[in-house]
């Protein structure tokens, strides 16, 4: 078995701020996620990896940037926070893309 | 684009009751999709509850089931009697390629299912 972190579990910023979430996993996947669920919605995909060091957007990815320097780890950054933004940021890996994803546990941003 | 419908929450059934959540989806892909539920129970991280990638089978998973009809573009989660510890968000997703190596998961908005003893 594996584990998917993210750190940290609750993220509080100001308007304009950039601000990093983090995520490690010890599946050896290739291929990792991250998405963004607001409440009442479904997740949508922010930014995925099939590799180190390689980034693909998805369709939320305005307002984001990523970065995956190691397999085991794919951090997203937030470049301008928005006032009153709310939502929680989920990382998930698979083996390949197309594989059952597995998600960590969420970090909740709150932009004040 | 893609699209994923499910029941929408929250819902509230008695401890030993029978459970159906809809969903169904629309999908852009001549292929046939592949379709999952996931579930996030409280205090911990959406996990996969079951798929199944071949339409006209039945997934199962810890007493629940959820058969793949491409007729009807469904994928219904049942289960015959739940438990308080059934109580989570369930997810709906559907998964296919488009464009080449593009594979894409589309989720519905989840449903809330709370088990009253």
């Known amino acids: 078995g594996g584990i998917i972190t993210q750190t940290p579990k609750f993220l509080i910023g100001q308007e304009g701020q950039k601000l990093t979430l983090k995520c490690q996993q010890n599946?050896?996947?290739?291929?990792m996620y991250w998405y963004r669920q607001d409440s009442g919605k479904g997740l949508r995909l922010i930014y995925y990896?099939?590799?180190?060091?390689?980034?693909q957007k998805g369709d939320l990815s305005e307002g984001y940037d990523a970065s995956r320097e190691k397999k085991s780890s794919f951090s997203l950054t937030v470049t301008s926070a928005q006032k009153n933004e709310m939502a929680v940021f989920l990382c998930?890996?698979?083996?390949?893309?197309?594989?059952?994803?597995?998600f960590g546990p969420g970090t909740r941003l709150l932009v004040l | 684009g893609d699209s994923v419908t499910q029941t929408e929450g929250p819902v509230t059934v008695s401890e030993s009751e029978s459970l159906i959540i809809n969903c169904t989806y629309s999908?852009?892909?001549?292929?046939?999709?592949?379709l999952f539920w996931y579930v996030r129970y409280p205090g911990e991280g959406l996990q996969l509850l079951l798929k199944?990638?071949?339409?006209?089978q039945k997934g199962s998973s810890r007493g629940f089931e959820a058969t793949y009809n491409k007729e009807t573009t469904s994928f219904h989660l049942q289960k015959a009697s739940v438990q308080e510890s059934d109580s989570a968000v369930y997810y709906c997703?559907?998964?296919?390629?488009?464009?080449?190596?593009?594979?894409?998961?589309?989720f519905g908005k989840g449903t809330l299912l709370t088990v009253t003893p």
């Open positions: 998930a890996s698979s083996i390949v893309r197309g594989d059952t994803q597995y």
């Open positions: 599946f050896n996947h290739d291929t």
């Open positions: 990896s099939i590799t180190e060091n390689d980034l």
């Open positions: 999908a852009t892909s001549i292929a046939y999709p592949n």
């Open positions: 199944v990638i071949t339409a006209g």
């Open positions: 997703a559907l998964g296919e390629y488009s464009g080449g190596s593009n594979y894409k998961l589309t």
